[in-house]
């Protein structure tokens, strides 16, 4: 039973910077669809960034330039730089693993870790 871990969130200030990463608790073929989702207080979930099997990544607008995603290897599968960050930035930030190489349903979540930009 495969279980994802985040960590690296935690309080900074506007302008600062953090490096999410995602570990897998058991081997997980990296060559699906991983995401980054987050959900701010009295907010609904929202996808932050993706990156397919092929490697293509999606942002949203609102992280567009300042968010990059990428994969990485067997244990720590994915990761998530966070530059410029700003208080709209905080939330819960979740990893998510989806069936597919094309991101159809993601299926596999992690318990989130906190970000707060003051």
């Known amino acids: 039973h495969v279980q994802l871990v985040e960590s690296g969130g935690g309080s900074v200030q506007a302008g600062g910077s953090l490096r999410l990463s995602c570990v897998a608790s058991?081997?997980?073929?990296?060559?699906?669809?991983m995401g980054w989702f987050r959900q701010g207080a009295g907010k609904e979930r929202e996808m932050v960034a993706r990156i397919d099997g092929y490697g293509s990544t999606t942002y949203a607008d609102s992280v567009k330039g300042r968010f990059t995603i990428s994969k990485g290897n067997a244990k720590i599968i994915l990761y998530l730089q966070i530059n410029s960050l700003s208080p709209e930035d905080t939330a819960m930030y979740y990893c998510a693993a989806a069936a597919d190489r094309w991101c159809s349903s993601f299926y596999l979540w992690g318990r989130g870790t906190q970000v707060t930009v003051s």
């Open positions: 058991t081997y997980t073929y990296t060559g699906n669809c």
